[in-house]
């Protein structure tokens, strides 16, 4: 994880100050596999259930879709920009798609479609918050709505029923190979390429540079617009991916599949350690994140807990993980500070 | 922070409807006194009166995406056709409180013989219907009552009595009256939902029910992901459990289709209200056995033809009067100006295929 990428040049207090580094976000990364180990540890308890395989294939069927949005929400939020409009994206792809494949489209042309719908808003959120410089909240937010008119629009009423789509894509939605269901296969797939991108290549680093710092990013050469614009693309075709995948989950879609759950990924991707305010965590983080958040939901349906505690306990979460963030940059800082000082 | 900003301005939002709401109602109320005139002082019902030519109706759905009412809405339309009358849909996009006070008060200015109505909130509408009630507008609510004071006459699928009841006894007889159930609802404040299952807890407490337990009823907002993980959480919380009725067309579908995929797959019986066209992928695949609705088509087509009533003068809205509803036959109007469309229809894989909607 941190050797590859160390140019051999480097001085000795610049790599044990990104060893540092390195280490305070691996720890951060750690106490979510903490949290949830407790977690699943303390609810296994309770009902042996929770972590047969069926149970365990649940939890990882439902993270899919979530932590898939996540992937891409983060590579956006690295760029310390947003995208709010994930949510509607998934509903109109999911209706669209679904309708075409009812009226006989196959598989392969369907998720072409969906990740190409995707692309369409993802480069229309890009162009407009890199070129056109306008802050992403409004960008997003207005094409969430704009975005939801149209699926609203093509619906009109429908419904996709699960009997009108090819039993290939019903079987891909709860299908396994070797014990493993599809879905989660394909988001770990995909997490993983992603992930391996913005840690190892240059290019990749460029997103944290635009977060920590896009002035600082320009005038070293990186090309923000052109970074900012690619982070939409990736996050509007895992949406439009996503769409498709939840169809593949549901079998029945109306309008508004995934409606509302923009505020739900941005939750997860900053629970699990990207910051919202750019340059920090990684696409494994966040889909941790996304992980704990689906957890914590499995968990108080089996624990019998009252439905209405989730949403006060996923936003406990959002503000302990804020909190900790902050409290973590600053010492890192301070300690950063204290080595350059001595190194 | 973003999202806390978000928040903020979702606040803001609503302190702006409850602004608007708040001056609706009290431009009603210093406007009362028109209003109760066609209940007491309207000309007499005469049911042999001819049902008018050419009427201008309007219905207004709970919101204009919801496939359900979309099915109500068109039937209703067509069934216009065959008294030569005139219908559209109109309706707003998400089903809020306040979003069908604005598409009442067009209505009422585009002067529409009768306008029926799905609440959204039965108090929220009610001031602008009252001003539509003073101008001669005629108002059937349907599928969700309006406040009784504010509309002339309300369609009822079922009567919420007979659904509970029926529910219950339908999965009885599919588990042997004997062993733990389940109820998969839709929002914990949903009116309708919340009636059922009052009298499905009844209807329990018969003697024959001894041995069925009602372990839990739980909740999935009338959401796929949330009804999915509460099915989920059901079956493991309470490994012992026979059977679970969802009597909300969502949960009963996302319910439907993790058992379909998971090990639960003809040990669970799941029951409830959902569409023919949602449920045969579950029925063909035997997930499913039986489940229950009304003919969301025939609603659409009586709550026509009993405005249709109304406005050419057959009825007044009082309890005990008839009219014709033209297939449907003769139709009684109930306590409170309510007309029951009739008991729950069951489907099971012999007659699935012969419903479409």
Known sequence: MTTATAPPEQTTPARSARGLVDLVFRARELSLVIALAALVGVTASVNGNFLSGQGIEDILLNTA???????????VVITRNLDLSVGSVVGLVAFVTGDQLASGWGILPAVLLGVAIGAACGLINGLLVSFCRVPALVVTLGTLYVIQGIDHYIAHGRQINAVNLPPGLLSLGNGSVLGVPYLPLITLVIMVAIGYYLRSYPSGREFYAIGSSPEAARLAGVPVRRRILLAYLVSGCLAGLAGVLWLARFG???????????????????????????????????????????????????????????????????????????????????????????? | MTPMRLTAVTALLALGVAACSGTTKSTVTSAPAPAPASSSSAAKADPNAP???????????????????????????????????????????????????????????????????????????????????????????????????????????????EVGRSQVKLLAGMIGNKGDIAILSATANATN??????????????????????????????????????????????????????????????????????????????????????MRQFVKDKTVEKFALWNPKDLGYLASYAAAALVSGQITGAEGETFKAGKLGERTIGKQGEVILGPPFTFDAANIDQFDY
Request: aromatic letters at 6%.
């Open chain 2, 51 to 161: 049902i008018k030519q050419g009427l201008k109706l309007a219905f207004l759905p709970k919101a204009i995406n919801n496939p359900y009412e979309t099915i109500v809405d068109n039937a209703g339309i067509e069934a216009a056709k065959e008294y030569q009358g005139e219908a559209k849909e109109v309706g707003p996009s998400d089903a809020s409180a306040s979003s069908q006070i604005s598409y009442i008060n067009t209505l009422t200015q585009q002067g529409h013989d009768a306008i029926l109505i799905a609440a959204n909130d039965a108090n929220a509408v009610c001031g602008p219907l009252q001003q539509a009630r003073a101008k001669g507008i005629k108002i059937v609510a349907y599928d969700s009552d309006a406040a009784p004071e504010c509309r002339d006459l309300f369609i009822n699928q079922a009567s919420s009595e």
């Open chain 1, 252 to 343: 029945t879609v109306i309008a508004d599949s995934a409606h509302g759950w923009e505020l739900l990924v941005v939750s997860a991707v900053v629970v699990g350690g990207v910051a919202i305010t750019g340059g920090v965590g990684s696409v494994y983080g966040a889909a941790l994140g996304a992980l704990l958040l689906t957890t914590i939901g499995s968990a108080l349906v089996v624990l019998r807990v009252n439905p209405f505690w989730q949403q006060a306990i996923t936003g406990a979460l959002l503000l302990l993980a804020i909190s900790v963030d902050r409290v973590l940059a600053l010492r890192l800082a301070r300690l950063l500070r204290n080595r350059s000082r001595h190194g």
């Open chain 2, 193 to 278: 939902q919340n009636t059922w299952i009052k009298f499905m807890k009844d209807e329990l407490g018969k003697p024959e029910y001894k041995d069925m337990k009602l372990v839990k009823v739980a909740y999935g907002d009338d959401d796929d992901q949330k009804s999915f993980t509460q099915t989920q959480g059901l079956l493991q919380a309470y490994p012992n459990l026979k059977g679970i009725i969802s009597p909300t067309t969502v949960g009963i579908s996302a319910a439907a289709r993790y058992i379909s995929g998971s090990k639960y797959k003809g040990k669970v019986v799941l029951t409830g209200l959902g569409t023919p066209n949602q």
């Open chain 1, 65 to 75: 879709t979530l932590a898939l949005l996540a992937v891409g929400q983060s590579m």
